[in-house]
């Protein structure tokens, strides 16, 4: 049975090749949040927004509305003959068959374990005879969305000032960003200042992300990945429009080799990319 991990990352790197002309990274999106599971309403989560993301955009579906064959019969559709699906990463419990036999010396593991597994869905536009959903209320307007954006920067209890670069200073845990003015849209703001954020979760005493551990000298490119996967899950989850962070261009040679040499570090960072976001947005309704 192939890796699942590497099924997921290996989908993920070909779907970006034969993505858009120029290339665009899925995430920096405009517009739509976080996809969803069509019959139980939960969004996804971690590697799986990616791999989506990435279908979505390689598609052109505008709906981020996804389930299995068996979710979308459920729902009394068929997904189209012919249509492939989407490889997405789950955990299934692994049930404990036997204690060990030592005459009690070392009692049976009682913590639960998972063994991950790969599974495909499908986009909505992928199948037929779906019922007519409900009328969706139009979206609030942009001043809505910054208003929503700014409570939830002061709802993190970060201690943000103005600089002149964006960055996080881990011995003072302290953001710096520069004005809002300087910027030349609400947006280009909004992802930058999330971005910075992403990176001020992984001090000690919050999600104390030591990354060097794991990557060894790609830490720097981990964490990176980390931020700029992180910040696109959170603006999806405000329903706002991810963008590029100010020093894309500059680290994306940095982390891109790591996303396809080690599919396990992938699926790693969007992991802690999106405990990031949950941290961040804990808080905030």
């Known amino acids: 049975m192939a890796d699942p991990y590497s099924t997921i990352a290996s989908a993920i790197l070909t779907q970006l090749a034969a993505g858009p002309d120029p290339w665009t990274c899925p995430w920096h999106r405009a517009g739509g949040g976080l996809p969803t599971n069509a019959l139980t309403g939960q969004t996804y989560r971690g590697i799986n927004i990616l791999s989506l993301w990435v279908a979505e955009q390689r598609h052109g579906f505008v709906e981020s509305r996804w389930g299995t064959y068996r979710q979308w019969t459920a729902l009394g559709a068929g997904v189209r003959r012919g249509e492939r699906g989407t490889a997405i990463l789950f955990y299934k419990d692994l049930p404990q068959t036997e204690a060990r036999n030592d005459g009690g010396q070392h009692p049976a593991d009682s913590h639960p374990r998972f063994v991950a597994r790969a599974s495909w869905v499908f986009?909505?536009?992928?199948?037929?005879?779906?019922?007519?959903?409900?009328?969706?209320?139009?979206?609030?307007?942009?001043?809505?969305?910054?208003?929503?954006?700014?409570?939830?920067?002061?709802?993190?209890?970060?201690?943000?000032?103005?600089?002149?670069?964006?960055?996080?200073?881990?011995?003072?845990?302290?953001?710096?960003?520069?004005?809002?003015?300087?910027?030349?849209?609400?947006?280009?703001?909004?992802?930058?200042?999330?971005?910075?954020?992403?990176?001020?979760?992984?001090?000690?005493?919050?999600?104390?992300?030591?990354?060097?551990?794991?990557?060894?000298?790609?830490?720097?490119?981990?964490?990176?990945?980390?931020?700029?996967?992180?910040?696109?899950?959170?603006?999806?989850?405000?329903?706002?429009?991810?963008?590029?962070?100010?020093?894309?261009?500059?680290?994306?040679?940095?982390?891109?080799?790591?996303?396809?040499?080690?599919?396990?570090?992938f699926i790693t960072t969007a992991a802690h990319a999106a405990r990031a976001a949950n941290h961040l947005t804990f808080r905030f309704p």
């Not at 001043?143 to 993190?156: I, K, N, S, Y």
């Not at 201690?159 to 960003?177: F, K, M, N, R, S």
């Open 123 to 265: 986009n909505v536009a992928q199948v037929e005879g779906l019922p007519e959903p409900d009328a969706v209320a139009a979206p609030p307007p942009d001043v809505a969305f910054t208003a929503a954006f700014d409570r939830f920067v002061e709802a993190t209890g970060a201690l943000i000032q103005e600089g002149e670069t964006a960055c996080y200073l881990p011995a003072l845990d302290l953001i710096e960003v520069p004005a809002r003015s300087r910027f030349t849209s609400a947006e280009g703001y909004q992802a930058t200042l999330a971005h910075e954020l992403v990176h001020w979760t992984g001090h000690p005493s919050r999600l104390d992300r030591q990354l060097a551990t794991r990557f060894g000298t790609r830490a720097y490119a981990a964490e990176e990945l980390v931020a700029e996967l992180g910040a696109a899950f959170v603006l999806a989850a405000l329903n706002l429009a991810p963008t590029p962070h100010p020093t894309h261009a500059s680290y994306i040679q940095h982390w891109l080799p790591l996303v396809r040499t080690d599919p396990r570090a």
